[in-house]
């Protein structure tokens, strides 16, 4: 049973693009969160949903919020993409998987591949979206929408 709408978004530490040790409370209770969970780093719709992230970060940024995005890549494959498609937000290695099975991510195509949610927290670090949608540039209008109203 994963997260809902109404929970807090767990405690969890994890390796940056950059290799540095992400710690969640440092933006929990701070600002808002649009944290992404995706596929794999350099597919087809994960590249365009990345880019879509940051082709808006910049609105993102101006209502308060940060995005962070979380795959099970390595930290290595995590620095070639966010160099090769100029990624100014936090992309964060769950190699272990332990990220996902805390926020509780469904995997999709008989547990093959690994599901596409974005989930937005008000500053609180309270849920207040979950949007779960294989459809990848669909999750930053939707979180941005969320993030609006916020405002």
């Not at 970060?57 to 995005?67: N, P, Q, R, S, T």
């Not at 008000?122 to 405002?151: R, Y």
């Amino acid at each position: 049973m994963g997260l809902k709408i109404g929970d807090k978004i767990p405690d969890f530490t994890a390796k940056d693009a950059a290799g540095n040790d992400f710690d969640s409370q440092s933006v929990i209770g701070v600002k808002p969160l649009v944290i992404y969970f995706y596929p794999k780093d350099n597919t087809s719709g994960c590249t365009a949903q990345a880019c879509s992230f940051r082709d808006q970060y910049e609105d993102f940024k101006d209502l308060g919020a940060e995005v962070i995005g979380i795959s099970s890549d390595s930290v290595a494959s995590h620095q070639k993409f966010t160099r090769q498609f100029q990624l100014p937000f936090i992309l964060l290695s769950d190699h272990d998987k332990k990220i996902r099975k805390l926020f509780g991510v469904p995997s999709r195509l008989f547990g093959i591949l690994p599901g596409r949610v974005t989930y937005v927290a008000d500053k609180t670090g309270t849920i207040i979206m979950i949007f779960d949608n294989i459809s990848a540039t669909q999750h930053i209008p939707k979180a941005l929408e969320v993030i609006k109203k916020l405002h």
